[in-house]
């Protein structure tokens, strides 16, 4: 009977590891749960009372501050730039900015302007890379957004409103009506970020569009006070969720194939109670392999052999432990239960060809083409018992386990 209900508890455990795993992919959805967040409550609050969208728009001012610290302590450039668009361009179309500069419909002449410039500024400095604030590339970032108030700023002092022209509907008109130029640059910005590029930012990606979908929304609904702040300063929580998430993963997670890193397998081994096994896993002739083929091809196989480990069943979790080795953890799990799992893993390897494509041409990759190269696992696998009672034992017999997989001849798995 305890054995039983013992299996009960370790399957609950394993199921509710599963859906931590499910969680963690739906995170690339954030975005758009605070849009739709900033959606519903736009729906509750009231659109005419100033004293409304002045509380959201300090609230909102505070957000982007915020976001500018965040991203110049962790060197993220791009979002301290966006945020920076994000600030100039609520106030631009503030009552208080008419009132600061003394200029009648100060925020109906640039709503053309802001809606138009917007979507090609949050292109441009999503795209740039991140080469600092205070530097020499962050002070060229800086003139670009210095340019363009200095030329706002001339037309209106001038009040020579034919250098805003191209900005403007046939009629000249400025007021609240979106031109159709906004509509076309923000379609081709649109179209330009959903081809977007890989990154080692996921989050921020992910965000940008979103973002872009939201500054639309603000612009659109600007006769409503609360609009323009509420929706701008939605987009600056998203980025400093994107920030926070992106920081997370270059900590906790391998740049090259995209597993947890050492890191995160110390703190997972921290949480452990109870059975648990312990896998160590090594490519067999990695370095033979590298010198043979070349590094490019060999950061391939270490890509594509990771690929397979994160397919594990049986509860377990794959992390890169550093160079060619990888460790499998199962928690709640007898090794018993572990070693077919890890068989599945070995002969998935195994069964796997690479297409080599040569030193100098292109990566390497699953395909039918080029020359097939075939690489193998060895396996050393132990659990916690009464003779290795602290996780640092368990994975030292684990590597024990591996040099008698070695010496057996490699491609097998050992305990």
Request: hydrophobic share 45%; charged share 20%; net charge positive.
């Amino acid at each position: 009977m305890r054995k039983r209900k013992n299996h009960r508890s370790q399957t609950d455990e394993r199921t509710l590891t599963e859906l931590m795993s499910q969680f963690k992919s739906y995170m690339t959805t954030i975005p758009f749960g605070v849009l739709l967040a900033a959606g519903l409550a736009y729906t509750q609050l009231p659109t005419t009372l100033s004293i409304t969208a002045v509380i959201i728009g300090y609230l909102s001012f505070a957000v982007y501050g915020l976001g500018m610290i965040l991203s110049w302590w962790f060197n993220r450039s791009r979002v301290f730039f966006i945020m920076v668009i994000l600030a100039c361009s609520q106030f631009a179309l503030s009552e208080a900015a008419g009132a600061i500069f003394g200029v009648p419909a100060f925020s109906e002449t640039l709503y053309p302007v802001i809606c138009t410039l917007f979507p090609v500024n949050l292109f441009i400095f999503s795209r740039l890379k991140e080469r600092g604030i205070f530097t020499v590339w962050g002070i060229g970032r800086f003139s670009i957004i210095a340019g363009q108030m200095f030329y706002l700023a001339l037309a209106i002092a001038a009040n020579d409103y034919s250098l805003l022209a191209f900005f403007y509907n046939e009629n000249g008109a400025a007021g609240t009506a979106f031109s159709v130029q906004a509509v076309l640059f923000y379609g081709i910005t649109g179209l330009l970020l959903a081809r977007r590029r890989k990154s080692n930012q996921p989050h921020l990606e992910n965000a940008i569009p979103v973002l872009l979908l939201a500054s639309l929304f603000a612009f659109y609904l600007k006769p409503q006070l609360t609009a323009v702040p509420l929706f701008l300063g939605t987009g600056g929580i998203m980025l400093i969720i994107a920030v926070m998430q992106d920081s997370y993963s270059m900590a906790y997670l391998d740049e090259l194939t995209g597993l947890p890193a050492r890191r995160a397998l110390k703190e997972d081994l921290m949480k452990l109670s109870g059975d648990y096994t312990i896998a160590m896993i090594d490519i067999d002739f990695f370095k033979k392999f590298n010198d043979t083929y070349g590094h490019d091809t060999g950061d391939e196989v270490l890509r594509l052999v990771a690929s397979v480990l994160k397919t594990v069943t049986g509860g377990g979790k794959a992390f890169r432990y550093g160079g060619e080795e990888f460790t499998v953890l199962f928690p709640h799990t007898a090794m018993e239960e572990a070693i077919p799992c890890l068989e599945q893993l070995r002969q998935a390897v195994e069964q796997t060809p690479y297409a080599y494509r040569g030193k100098n041409g292109g990566r390497t990759k699953k395909t039918s083409g080029g020359k097939k190269l075939f690489v193998t696992i060895s396996v050393g696998v132990a659990e916690r018992s009464e003779k290795n009672k602290q996780t640092d034992e368990v994975i030292k017999a684990a590597d024990t386990a591996l040099y008698r997989a070695k010496k057996k001849g490699r491609n097998c798995v050992s305990k």
